[in-house]
């Protein structure tokens, strides 16, 4: 059973330390998604590539996020410099051609 | 860009009656509508979808409508069980070919608590 692969699952760091968070998409998916929950927001969409290409990161604050996809098995999401208000679940999410989409079991972040 | 309302916000049934949650979405290009479950800490997952060119879709006790003339699709549970309680989120999407490229827009979500 095929399954998208995100670590860590859980990360506890101070403000200003950076956070990366590793995504491994199912095999063959050629969409990534990554969202961001908490309670007051539901899933908010950071940022997603196609065939590896970034295509929409608009709702992802660029002056401390950065969201990368280095090869077809890898997306990473950065945040530089971490700040309590990042405090969520962050998940990521493979999507096939069909546009069903999977998601891993996500990164529990919480910043002091 | 797609925005999706989703209703209610909270839901209580007793377990054997039905439920039922509706949505709305406002690009009227948008052709697939997928509803997700997630379960206290855990990752959302599919349950169910829909394409535009269908009106209905049924699996087991769960069912999909959609009215693309209003813009509105529904996710109908029947007899429904305490394991059914979580939160479900429905969600719209444009396939590529438009300029969303794919791009899911979910819905705010509906807390389901089933009693026993």
């Known amino acids: 059973d095929a399954r998208v692969t995100q670590t860590p699952r859980h990360k506890v760091t101070e403000m200003g330390q950076e956070v990366t968070m590793r995504c491994q998409p199912i095999?063959?998916?050629?969409?990534v998604f990554w969202y961001r929950q908490t309670m007051m927001q539901g899933l908010e969409l950071l940022a997603y590539?196609?065939?590896?290409?970034?295509?929409?990161d608009s709702g992802m604050p660029k002056d401390r996020f950065s969201a990368e996809m280095p090869d077809a098995t890898l997306a990473t999401l950065k945040i530089q410099p971490s700040e309590p208000r990042d405090s969520a679940v962050y998940f990521c999410?493979?999507?096939?051609?069909?546009?069903?989409?999977?998601f891993g079991s996500g990164t529990q972040l919480s910043v002091l | 860009g797609e925005n999706v309302e989703q209703h209610p916000s909270t839901l209580s049934v007793q377990e054997g009656d039905s439920a039922v949650i509706k949505c709305t979405y406002s690009?009227?290009?948008?052709?697939?509508f997928p509803w997700y479950k997630q379960e206290l800490g855990k990752r959302p997952q599919l349950i169910i979808d829909?394409?535009?060119?269908?009106g209905e879709k049924k699996d087991q006790r769960i069912a999909v409508t959609l009215n693309k003339t209003a813009k509105h699709f529904s996710l109908h549970i029947t007899e429904t069980q305490p394991e059914d309680s979580a939160v479900y989120f429905c969600?719209?999407?444009?396939?590529?070919?438009?300029?969303?490229?794919?791009?899911?827009?979910f819905g705010q979500g509906t807390i389901l608590t089933v009693h026993p």
């Open positions: 999410a493979s999507g096939d051609r069909r546009e069903k989409l999977f």
């Open positions: 095999l063959g998916h050629n969409t």
């Open positions: 590539f196609r065939n590896r290409a970034p295509l929409d």
């Open positions: 690009d009227s290009a948008s052709n697939y």
């Open positions: 829909i394409r535009s060119n269908v």
């Open positions: 969600a719209a999407l444009r396939n590529a070919g438009g300029t969303s490229y794919g791009k899911l827009t």
